[in-house]
Structures are given as structure tokens and as C-alpha cells.
């Protein structure tokens, strides 16, 4: 049974850096860690995944805005994202995902229950 | 990227009804498609991966169809607690995305 749970501040300046802690129980090196996000009252928009150092892959809206590590050591994920603006207000979840070998779907199985993050001066 | 168009954006039913959700995909994904429910406050849930494969512990009442670029969810009698948004989902080389969600609520 894998838990996700997201930590990182409620609140951040514009043109700040965000950085998120995923903390995994039931952590593996071959656990995929992903980051999506939900603005107030709007649609789920994926953001990042990780499997390995190897197999790292971003939204194309937003690749050159963030990062995402795996700390197996800490049992952790971590996703940074620069120059933060108003309209990433959002709730942040980390997901657990999945590849489904045969159709090569992603499917997210396991999530974090979210962090509200507000982006205000 | 691979647009997912839901409809209806919002289905007005009575518990006990059937509801058929729709997704479709801007261009053939085969039977890539996840499915999921969130309720109000909570996290996303994973119902249907496959197009059409429940996930662990998912009512029978649900079911997912298609392939290409249509699929459907249909909840074959509808629960209190099933009434909240709908999502489909599909990964490609593209990248991941999401539909913009159906809001099924209690008529």
C-alpha cells in the first residue's frame, strides 16, 4: 500500500521559487512520482513525472519552469517551479504513476490529498 | 498534444438512473484512456484504466467503453455517493491530459 503526502508553503511571492515535498510510504527506486495540479474550480493539468534519473518528462507549457527529483533515501519527490505567477494558484497533488505495459497508458493510482498553494505579493 | 473533450460538461440525474459520460480524443489513442472521480475537497480517484478495466476495488456499477478516439463511462445505477466530476485522462508521446471534466449532480 503506498501513501503520498505533499508539504511545501501555502503561500509564495510572484517571481518566487515553489518547492514540494512528496513524502511516499511504501517508497521503491522503481516508484513513479508524479505532479499534478488544479487551479480553484478548474480542470486536473499534469505536470511532471518521474521513474528514474533516466525517465524524467514535463508538460511542454511549463518544462522550462520545473524540476522533479526522487530522493530514495528520504523516501521523497520533490518539484521545484521558478518564476511562480498569480495563475499558478492551484492545488498541488503528487500521484503515484503507473505504466500499464501492453497499451502504454500512465494512469495515476495513489495521490496525496493535496496542498493549496496561492501565489499573492 | 492530444485534446480530451467531455460531454455533457454537466448531467442532471436521480439516484438509481444510468449515466453515460463521454470522452473523445482529438486523434486515435486506442484504448489508452483512464478514467477517475473527484469529489468535492478530495483527491482524485482512479476508476477505469484501459478504456475499460476497473481499478482495484471499483463498484461493478461502473464501466468504461471504446476505443480510438470515443470511449464512455456509464454508471449503470447511479449512488448517492457517486454524484461528483468525472475525468478522462491519456498519455501519448505528447505528453499527458486531461478532459476538462463532467460535474454529474443529483437532479
Known amino acids: 500500500q503506498v501513501t503520498m503526502k505533499e508539504s511545501g508553503p501555502l503561500l509564495v511571492k510572484p517571481k518566487e521559487t515553489l518547492t514540494l515535498t512528496c513524502t511516499v510510504s511504501g517508497f521503491s527506486d522503481r516508484l513513479g512520482v508524479s505532479w499534478v495540479r488544479q487551479p480553484p474550480g478548474k480542470a486536473l493539468e499534469w505536470l511532471a513525472h518521474?521513474?528514474?534519473?533516466?525517465?524524467?518528462?514535463?508538460t511542454s507549457s511549463l518544462k522550462t519552469r520545473l524540476t522533479i527529483s526522487k530522493d530514495a533515501s528520504k523516501s521523497q519527490g520533490v518539484l521545484t517551479m521558478t518564476d511562480m505567477d498569480p495563475l499558478d494558484t492551484a492545488t498541488y497533488y503528487c500521484?503515484?504513476?503507473?505504466?500499464?505495459f501492453g497499451s502504454g497508458l500512465y494512469m495515476f493510482d495513489s495521490w496525496g490529498q493535496g496542498t493549496l498553494v496561492s501565489v499573492s505579493s | 498534444e492530444i485534446v480530451l473533450t467531455q460531454s455533457p460538461a454537466t448531467l442532471s440525474l436521480s439516484p438509481g438512473e444510468r449515466a453515460t459520460l463521454s470522452c473523445r480524443a482529438s486523434?486515435?489513442?486506442?484504448?489508452?484512456l483512464a478514467w477517475y472521480q473527484q469529489k468535492p475537497g478530495q483527491a482524485p480517484r482512479l476508476l477505469i484504466y484501459d478504456a475499460s478495466l476497473r481499478a482495484n476495488d471499483i463498484p461493478g456499477r461502473f464501466s468504461g467503453s471504446g476505443s480510438g478516439t470515443d470511449f464512455t463511462l456509464t454508471v449503470s445505477s447511479l449512488e448517492p455517493e457517486d454524484f461528483a466530476v468525472y475525468y478522462c485522462?491519456?498519455?501519448?508521446?505528447?505528453?499527458?491530459?486531461f478532459g476538462q471534466g463532467t460535474r454529474l449532480e443529483i437532479k
Open positions: 486523434q486515435s489513442i486506442s484504448d489508452s
Open positions: 500521484a503515484r504513476i503507473r505504466r500499464v
Open positions: 485522462q491519456q498519455r501519448s508521446t505528447g505528453g499527458i491530459t
Open positions: 518521474i521513474f528514474s534519473s533516466d525517465e524524467i518528462s514535463y
